[in-house]
């Protein structure tokens, strides 16, 4: 991945191909922080991400060990109906849905036996 990479979250014909991020900042083998396409236009002018973000970041234990630790951070929105959709709609979905994901990584990590794949 490079930074302004594509990171689609389904196939791109699926919802009209608008369900993918953007790779905005990469350190490589320790952090990608990725944001909304046009969030990633308003951090270029205002340094700001208004719609949210997420970040994945490598934190080494020891030789042999690493902690993936997810974040994220809601849209700024301001507007009662969003908010209240945030809460009650996306927040519980999102955290199934992240959770499915860490535990997915977690076992092809520890399936792999410190090899690729």
Not at 18 to 23: D, N, Y
Not at 47 to 64: C, K, N, Q, T
Not at 66 to 79: A, F, P, W
């Amino acid at each position: 991945r490079s930074e302004g990479d594509t990171v689609w979250l389904t196939t791109p014909e699926r919802y009209g191909g608008k369900a993918r991020l953007v790779v905005q900042r990469l350190i490589p083998e320790r952090a990608m922080i990725l944001v909304l396409p046009d969030d990633a236009e308003a951090i270029k002018k205002t340094g700001r991400s208004p719609g949210g973000s997420w970040g994945f970041v490598l934190e080494p234990i020891d030789e042999h060990s690493t902690r993936l630790i997810v974040c994220s951070r809601g849209s700024e929105s301001r507007k009662l109906m969003r908010r209240f959709f945030e809460q009650t709609i996306f927040d519980p979905a999102h955290f199934i849905m992240e959770r499915r994901m860490m535990l997915g990584i977690k076992k092809r990590a520890e399936n792999s036996n410190g090899k690729s794949g």
